[in-house]
């Protein structure tokens, strides 16, 4: 059964193969500042809302038909190439924008006789990843259409 998938990871449950988030928890927050004023306590100042973060465990055993070493090597490239993509879980996404996976650690790693690894359990950190934020671009565009504008008006 078709779970979901996370950027080129897809989750799926059935009886030959089995990859599925596991102790999935979410975390949402706002932005605050707190101002000082002298003598008296700070003043605090709603900034707006926070990215959000999830945090999720996948149990990689050959068993399952997985190949452990495998999945660890494209979760890490996703990491550490900063690759930004949906979170689909049940058929939908979990937020409008992208996530980044922000970080992963392999434990509780088996290996068979052989060498190869059998069973891994991977935990990930998801970070909300908003792409609507177009200030600092449009700053770069306006710098740019007014070198044009000198340029062209020489």
């Known amino acids: 059964m078709y779970i979901g998938y996370m950027g080129s990871v897809v989750f799926i449950a059935s009886s030959h193969y089995m990859l599925t988030p596991s102790n999935f928890s979410q975390e949402t927050k706002g932005r605050w500042a707190d101002h000082n004023v002298i003598y008296k306590k700070p003043v605090s100042e709603f900034l707006g809302p926070g990215q959000r973060s999830i945090s999720f465990d996948i149990i990689l055993s050959s068993m399952h038909h997985i190949k452990p070493s495998s999945q660890i090597n ?12 949906p979170l689909v879980i049940g058929g939908r996404p979990v937020t409008s924008n992208f996530w980044r996976l922000d970080s992963m650690s392999a434990g509780e790693t088996y290996y ?10 991977v935990s990930v950190k998801l970070i909300e990843y908003d792409d609507s934020n177009y200030t600092e671009e449009r700053t770069q565009l ?7 504008n000198a340029i062209f008006s020489l």
């Open 112 to 121: 068979g006789p052989t060498g190869t690894l059998n069973f891994a359990k």
């Open 142 to 148: 306006d710098k740019i259409g007014a070198v044009a």
């Open 74 to 85: 494209t979760l890490r490239s996703m990491c550490e190439n900063g690759e930004v993509f």
